[in-house]
Nanobody
Framework: QVQLVESGGGLVQAGGSLRLSCTAS????????VAWFRQAPGLEHEFVAT???????TYADSVKGRFTIARDNGKNTVYLQMNSLKSEDTAVYYC????????????????WGQGTQVTVSS
């Protein structure tokens, strides 16, 4: 079992930055792929970014060049650095993890955090 806790969300003006953290406990985190998804009101979960156990990253086109995903296995933490934020980035952001497998769909991840709200004001 892996337990995930997100932090770092908040209110920011358009053009600003936030860094989200996803901290894991319960298993050897270094063998897990970790992804960020987001969900805006009334919409389905949207893939944002993922990082494999060996550090390979993939991004949604909507965030490419603005967001960066990184991991620190020593701290059991994955980060999502979000720059040049736009109002359309407003959503609840969730991190998700799965043992070794990397994907862009929600059904490819077994473990989920409870989410952190990001609100971007225009």
């Amino acid at each position: 079992q892996v337990q995930l806790v997100e932090s770092g969300g908040g209110l920011v003006q358009a053009g600003g930055s936030l860094r989200l953290s996803c901290t894991a406990s319960g298993q050897t985190f270094s063998s897990y792929a970790v992804a960020w998804f987001r969900q805006a009101p009334g919409l389905e979960h949207e893939f944002v970014a993922t990082i494999s156990w060996d550090g390979e990253s993939t991004y949604a086109d909507s965030v490419k060049g603005r967001f960066t995903i990184a991991r620190d296995n020593g701290k059991n933490t994955v980060y999502l650095q979000m720059n040049s934020l736009k109002s359309e980035d407003t959503a609840v952001y969730y991190c998700a993890a799965d043992f070794l497998r990397v994907g862009v769909s929600t059904d490819e991840y077994d473990y989920w955090g409870q989410g952190t709200q990001v609100t971007v004001s225009s």
